[in-house]
């Protein structure tokens, strides 16, 4: 049997399924297996929550109209959360809690008892407290009990024909900001703007622009650092991010890597 038929077997004799699905690759699979398995008993949430990127959003719509399943977008705004405002170690959790009370709303209003996310097993050995605040809310992971694997996951997702199954992976916009960092709407706006810029005058797929106190760090994939040796265009991109309010612009030497801002700043 392949993996995409145990991970739709999953969903098989299910009454119904809501899906909390972000713009990856990982809950768009959880989607289409749902879909495939459950018809329109299968719904698709997605949650703009202010820290999710506009790109995001729209590629969540795309993957949605691909697969044929119902779309509910709910919005609200993580920034009214105090909890997650301050940016300590659990702000993942916090965001994640917060989620999880507006799926539970969505769920009933819909009469759906299962709530499912996009966990897979890769995420479980990293340190991830918002899947934490997920399971202490009773959301399952079809991914991690039918065993996929990152590795998995964009193999299927190939195979099925999902247009975002080589999307490099992504996190919300609050995650370039280092932990003990406020939060604010105008640092999310310009690292926002800072990397779609750098995507379209470089034509590179993966970035991360973090945010160290006024000061911009670019990561990128370290086979796209060479991508970003062009001087003129660098000269317009510190142009620009200096009229967003970045003192300086630097380039990661390491490349991008996920977790990096996982520390406390004085």
Known sequence: MKKIDDLIEWFVGKQNVLVALSGGVDSALVAYAAYKALGTHAVAVTADYKTLSQ????????????????????????LENPEFVKNDKNRCFHCRTELADHL????????????????????????????????KNG??????????????????AREVGLSIHDKPSNSCLASR??????????????????????????????????DLNNNASIEVDKNEITLLQDKEKMGILDEYLNRLGFLSTAIDPNGYRPGKLNVITD
């Open 104 to 135: 539970l709303e969505i769920s009933e209003k819909e009469n759906i008892k299962i709530i499912v996310d996009g966990t897979n097993l890769d995420d479980l050995t990293e340190y991830r407290p918002g899947i934490v605040a997920l399971k």
């Open 177 to 210: 900001i280092p932990w003990g960092t406020t939060v604010t709407a105008e640092k999310l706006a310009r690292i926002e703007k800072s990397e779609i810029m750098i995507k379209q005058l470089f034509g590179i797929r993966q970035v991360r622009v973090r």
């Open 55 to 78: 790109e995001e959003l729209e590629i969540a719509k795309k993957v949605c109209q691909e697969i044929g399943i119902r779309h509910i977008i709910i919005e609200y705004n993580e």
């Open 139 to 156: 959301v399952q992971s079809p991914l991690v009990e039918s065993k996929f694997t990152k590795s998995d996951i964009r193999h299927v």
